[in-house]
């Protein structure tokens, strides 16, 4: 038998496994109204892009665009449709509610936007929701009625915080329950999903790009040490405990300043930080800067010689992953993630809110800095986290249970 030239291509497209049409359902997404929200999602979402043809919904929060809705208007001005990075995203509008009211019912609102976001597309293969809730709940929904699995990320608030209150937590466990698989990003996350019933859980951890995340050229302490953190400027976050460790810092030497990236004056998140500085005396020593996008972040990490995180909580909080990349030693607290990452070699560990505990983890790093190899902290991140490697491992889940019939 003679085949043709287009005979071979028809059994050529034949034989080729189809791509995989992936759904991200995410609220949590860059925009410009936060260069950094989100920007985990996006970024895992650029390397899956290399596997699958994906395309992400970001449901956004409906305000009208008028007078006494504050920055919260803001939201009407995003567009319902961009590309960022090649990334295909819609943003369809959804009613949501603070959670002291109502926030029981924003899942039904996010499910309603999950489905004017499909419009006449081909329907997904599979729909990767990042948080069990509302996103997840949404998903899980959404996937019954298409006839799709649905896989859900959790990162940490909606298993640490949501299940607290009993009604949450039903609905926590109800989108974790009807997943087809649930993806914690950290060893402390995949117990608590399990306590919650999770099925066909995996530990796979946010990534970073190896690539663009690198060593800097300074010389560690020229000029005096420099200690950075990057992150929302909130209580919660240790900024407080930080700074009071500052001060008891600088009492004992004067080589030492820190830099603080993340806050927004516009909404007046710095305003009890910069009054905490003035307080204690610490403004030739601390910097503030505003949020900046996460492509900037390496070079600031470059200038820098040590990464600070005081949280009081966290899941597997990607900025120390990023600082890891860049050879940073770290300073951190033990509340949840930072214990999977900072091993020896590679920094401190701290206790929460222990004010004199930080300033003596930060004092001991200095005081060592040439036990830390900068090459040799890069490498855990290259082969543990690097999105490359992520992005292999997802697709990976991906396979599995889309070989498994619903």
Same mark, same amino acid.
């Given at each position: &038998?003679?085949?043709?030239?287009?005979?071979?291509?028809?059994?050529?497209?034949?034989?080729?496994?189809?791509?995989?049409?992936?759904?991200?359902?995410?609220?949590?997404?860059?925009?410009?109204?936060?260069?950094?929200?989100?920007?985990?999602?996006?970024?895992?979402?650029?390397?899956?892009?290399?596997?699958?043809?994906?395309?992400?919904?970001?449901?956004?929060?409906?305000?009208?665009?008028?007078?006494?809705?504050?920055?919260?208007?803001?939201?009407?001005?995003?567009?319902?449709?961009?590309?960022?990075?090649?990334?295909?995203?819609?943003?369809?509008?959804?009613?949501?509610?603070?959670?002291?009211?109502?926030?029981?019912?924003?899942?039904?609102?996010?499910?309603?936007?999950?489905?004017?976001?499909?419009?006449?597309?081909?329907?997904?293969?599979?729909?990767?929701?990042? #948080?069990?809730?509302?996103?997840?709940?949404?998903?899980?929904?959404?996937?019954?009625?298409?006839?799709?699995?649905?896989?859900?990320?959790?990162?940490?608030?909606?298993?640490?915080?949501?299940?607290?209150?009993?009604?949450?937590?039903?609905?926590?466990?109800?989108?974790?329950?009807?997943?087809?698989?649930?993806?914690?990003?950290?060893?402390?996350?995949?117990?608590?999903?399990?306590?919650?019933?999770?099925?066909?859980?995996?530990?796979?951890?946010?990534?970073?790009? #190896?690539?663009?995340?690198?060593?800097?050229?300074?010389?560690?302490?020229?000029?005096?040490?420099?200690?950075?953190?990057?992150?929302? %400027?909130?209580?919660?976050?240790?900024?407080?405990?930080?700074?009071?460790?500052? @001060?008891?810092?600088?009492?004992?030497?004067?080589?030492?300043?820190?830099?603080?990236?993340?806050?927004?004056?516009?909404?007046?998140?710095?305003?009890?930080?910069?009054?905490?500085?003035?307080?204690?005396?610490?403004?030739? #020593?601390?910097? %503030?800067? @505003?949020?900046?996008?996460?492509?900037?972040?390496?070079?600031? &990490?470059?200038?820098?010689?040590?990464?600070?995180?005081?949280?009081?909580?966290?899941?597997?909080?990607?900025?120390?992953?990023?600082?890891?990349?860049?050879?940073?030693?770290?300073?951190?607290?033990?509340?949840?993630?930072?214990?999977?990452?900072?091993? @020896?070699? &590679?920094?401190?560990?701290?206790?929460?809110?222990?004010?004199?505990?930080?300033?003596?983890?930060?004092?001991?790093?200095?005081?060592?800095?040439?036990?830390?190899?900068?090459?040799?902290?890069?490498? #855990?991140?290259?082969?543990?986290?690097?999105?490359?490697?992520?992005?292999?491992?997802?697709?990976?889940?991906?396979?599995?249970?889309?070989?498994?019939?619903?």
């Amino acid at each position: &038998m003679v085949l043709y030239r287009h005979d071979l291509c028809r059994a050529a497209a034949r034989a080729a496994p189809a791509r995989v049409n992936l759904l991200v359902a995410s609220h949590l997404y860059p925009s410009s109204l936060s260069r950094t929200a989100g920007s985990f999602v996006h970024n895992q979402t650029r390397f899956l892009a290399a596997h699958a043809q994906v395309r992400v919904v970001s449901p956004t929060p409906w305000f009208p665009l008028l007078p006494g809705f504050g920055r919260w208007s803001a939201y009407a001005t995003l567009p319902c449709r961009e590309q960022i990075d090649g990334v295909e995203l819609e943003r369809p509008p959804y009613l949501t509610f603070p959670r002291r009211v109502l926030f029981s019912q924003v899942w039904r609102f996010y499910l309603r936007a999950l489905a004017r976001g499909q419009g006449g597309r081909p329907l997904p293969d599979l729909i990767h929701a990042h #948080c069990a809730y509302p996103d997840g709940l949404a998903a899980v929904e959404y996937g019954r009625r298409l006839g799709r699995p649905v896989v859900i990320t959790v990162h940490g608030h909606d298993l640490k915080d949501l299940p607290r209150h009993p009604k949450w937590r039903a609905l926590v466990m109800r989108a974790l329950q009807g997943a087809q698989a649930v993806i914690a990003v950290s060893q402390e996350l995949g117990r608590l999903a399990q306590e919650l019933g999770a099925r066909g859980l995996r530990v796979i951890p946010n990534g970073v790009d #190896c690539q663009l995340f690198k060593p800097g050229t300074r010389n560690p302490g020229a000029g005096g040490w420099r200690l950075l953190y990057v992150g929302r %400027f909130d209580v919660a976050k240790g900024l407080g405990v930080l700074l009071e460790a500052m @001060a008891l810092l600088r009492q004992r030497r004067r080589d030492i300043s820190l830099k603080l990236i993340g806050g927004n004056a516009a909404t007046g998140t710095e305003a009890p930080f910069r009054a905490q500085v003035i307080r204690l005396g610490l403004e030739g #020593c601390v910097q %503030f800067a @505003a949020e900046v996008p996460w492509q900037e972040v390496p070079h600031h &990490m470059g200038e820098s010689d040590v990464f600070v995180l005081p949280s009081f909580s966290e899941g597997l909080p990607l900025v120390l992953v990023e600082a890891l990349a860049c050879g940073l030693p770290l300073v951190a607290t033990r509340c949840g993630g930072p214990e999977e990452l900072v091993q @020896a070699g &590679m920094g401190k560990l701290v206790e929460v809110r222990e004010v004199e505990g930080l300033a003596r983890g930060i004092e001991a790093v200095l005081d060592h800095y040439g036990d830390y190899d900068r090459q040799t902290i890069r490498q #855990c991140a290259e082969e543990n986290y690097d999105y490359r490697r992520i992005a292999a491992r997802l697709f990976a889940v991906y396979e599995e249970v889309l070989s498994n019939p619903l």
